[in-house]
């Protein structure tokens, strides 16, 4: 073959390939564009170059979507200003709650009213304010309630707590993971205290063609859920994994300052969303033994920090599941209405009677 001939040849092979690129570019944008009225049709996120993301500010999107059961029914997720779910009056006189959370409190698969902090404010009678975003660590959450405590001046604050953010709050165990790798820079948290961004593909390159291709999303999503054994079965062998044991002394330090900017005139509660007795249909039974390390490690620090922790969620959870209740969306992971139901009750029970001391001129509140 002819040098013209062959150079022809590899010309026509990569502009073919290009065409097809293309192609394939085009065909997923247009099935985005055509899923709308579905959850792949919906933005609930947005870059933000302080927080790394944000939930998306004053969004309305209906849908239809399927509990574990394969159950269907339309919902309605919608947002305020800043992102938030719910934002009472910061004026109200009467009792606030700030709840600040993930991807259980950002709540995607559940219309507003149905969510378990709109349940809860109707419950205990309080105005509540909700700020979840799906994939967020702790300094996330932290940044979140540096930006609006003064604003909001809540009597409780009530973080929502999941697993999983042990992984998100390092950088080494987030480039490591599988399962819960967000692939978006955010804030870390260093060792030496000082705040440190970063993109856990490790590729900035990468990163910037995520960003403008929807194509190359597709293909680095299926690299990363075939790239080996994801860092949280290693942990859940040995709980003594040194960069785990990193995560856990980053998040007593966030924890720590997250106490410290709610203040001593305000009372905070952690619950976490998700633990050892709950099971994601989703993932193999021995995820299992990850949350049962990551709960141990998140009480044992809580046990030294001056935190009211509210237990008893994922086995509520997982006690209605066993009744042969669906709590859980297709995902088998976050509550459908059902599962917030089921939490709202169990946390208006603990937060019940601190809400009728808070209420009595006769008794004080620490």
């Known amino acids: 073959m002819s040098r013209r001939a062959l150079a022809l040849s590899v010309a026509l092979a990569v502009c073919g390939s290009a065409f097809g690129l293309a192609l394939s570019e085009v065909a997923l944008r247009a099935h985005r564009a055509f899923m709308g009225g579905t959850e792949a049709g919906a933005a609930f996120i947005e870059r933000d170059t302080r927080l790394g993301w944000r939930a998306k500010a004053n969004y309305q999107y209906r849908y239809r979507i399927e509990d574990a059961n394969h159950k269907g029914q339309m919902i309605t997720y919608s947002s305020v200003a800043g992102g938030f779910r719910l934002f009472g009056n910061a004026k109200s006189t009467g009792p606030k709650l700030l709840v600040i959370g993930d991807s259980f409190t950002q709540a995607t698969s559940v219309s507003t009213a149905d969510t378990y902090q709109a349940l809860l404010g109707k419950a205990l009678d309080v105005r509540v304010y909700s700020y979840g975003a799906s ?37 080494r165990l987030e480039s490591k993971s599988t399962l819960n790798n967000n692939r978006m820079v955010r804030p870390y948290l260093t060792a030496g205290g000082t705040v440190y961004y970063g993109n856990p593909t490790q590729n900035p390159t990468l990163t910037a063609l995520m960003e403008r291709s929807q194509l190359v999303q597709l293909l680095v999503r299926r690299l990363f859920a075939h790239r080996g054994e994801s860092i949280e079965y290693v942990i859940g062998r040995d709980p003594g994994n040194q960069d785990f044991q990193a995560s856990v002394s980053a998040t007593r330090v966030l924890l720590q300052r997250f106490r410290g900017v709610v203040g001593k005139k305000r009372t905070m509660f952690i619950f976490l969303a998700d633990g050892a007795p709950t099971r994601v249909r989703t993932l193999p039974p021995e995820y299992q033994a990850y949350s049962a390390v990551a709960e141990k490690a998140v009480m044992g620090i809580l046990a030294s920090l001056p935190i009211t922790i509210i237990g008893g ?18 995902d088998g992971a976050h509550w459908n209405e059902i599962g917030h139901r089921t939490v709202a009750s169990a946390l208006s029970e603990r937060l019940r009677p601190y809400l009728k001391d808070r209420r009595s001129p006769h008794v004080s509140v620490r």
């Open 135 to 171: 994939g967020f660590g702790t300094l996330q959450e932290l940044m979140v309630l540096e930006d609006v405590i003064e604003q909001i001046d809540p009597d409780i604050v009530l973080l929502q707590f999941c697993t999983n953010d042990f992984i998100n709050n390092s950088f």
């Open 313 to 330: 969620i994922p086995e509520a959870v997982a006690e209605a599941d066993a009744r042969g209740l669906a709590v859980t969306g297709a």
